[in-house]
């Protein structure tokens, strides 16, 4: 059970203070009937509430993916640099979202943001190993002895052991890299320990979730069932 007036703040109506003033002017209903009192409590996975006529969701479970462009840091405060919160709209602003892992500040593609500290953290724990999928163009070509490399666990200049990899050549200076882990610039060092310096790379595909043609610099909300497949993971 929750309270009408909490439900209120989670929905993004307003402040406490402005719910308030909300209720009393009698624009808010929970299942057809008109509150004004804001201490009332229901069930909010079965009532509905409405301001104005319109459904209002509380703070429900949400995971949004972005496609990042570079030049955002993936924090959710920064001195120097624009963070990748200042791209969710203002719709989602209340929903108290926090991104999934990171990517670097030149790195573009897909990054998830979630309030669900459980799914947070089961997608960033190294345990899970989830694959993610980046497209890279960087110097020079991949070699049949890179794909090796990758597949056997490289060793990194620093003497850091990775995961096995799968690098898949797509040409001249292209390929398709997938890991299973996200340590500190993590592709662009295992190309460089090939001497495939990365000049830009983006995050296609993180388990089963595509970026597909989600626009640079949008946002979409996962469906219930690609929500309940994170959840499988
Ligand atoms: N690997 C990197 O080097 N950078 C990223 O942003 C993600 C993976």
Do not use: W
């Amino acid at each position: 059970m929750e309270r009408l007036d909490k439900f209120l703040c989670d929905s993004g109506v307003g402040t406490r203070s402005q719910v308030k003033v909300i209720l009393k002017s009698g624009v808010v209903t929970v299942d057809g009937v008109c509150v004004k009192d804001g201490s009332m409590k229901f069930d909010p996975a079965k009532a509905v509430v409405c301001l104005r006529g319109q459904v209002l969701g509380g703070k429900k479970r949400t995971v949004l993916m972005l496609h990042k462009p570079a030049g955002y840091v993936t924090a959710t405060e920064d001195k120097n640099d624009p963070t990748v919160m200042e791209l969710i709209p203002q719709e989602y602003r209340h929903l108290d979202l926090k991104p999934v892992g990171r990517l670097d500040k030149a790195t573009e593609g897909l990054l998830l943001f979630t309030n669900d500290g459980d799914l947070l953290h089961r997608l960033i724990t190294p345990k899970k190993e989830v694959p993610k999928v980046y497209y890279a163009r960087h110097e020079g070509t991949a070699t049949e002895e890179d794909v090796i490399a990758f597949r056997e666990g490289l060793v990194l200049r620093d003497g850091l052991h990775c995961l096995p990899a799968i690098l898949q050549p797509l040409g001249a200076g292209e390929s398709l890299i997938t890991v299973c882990e996200g340590k500190y610039h993590q592709v662009r060092r295992m190309m460089a320990s090939r001497n495939m310096t990365v000049e830009y790379l983006q995050r296609r595909q993180e388990g089963e979730l595509t970026l597909g043609d989600l626009p640079i610099g949008q946002v979409r909300l996962l469906t219930d069932e690609q929500i309940q497949a994170l959840d499988d993971i």
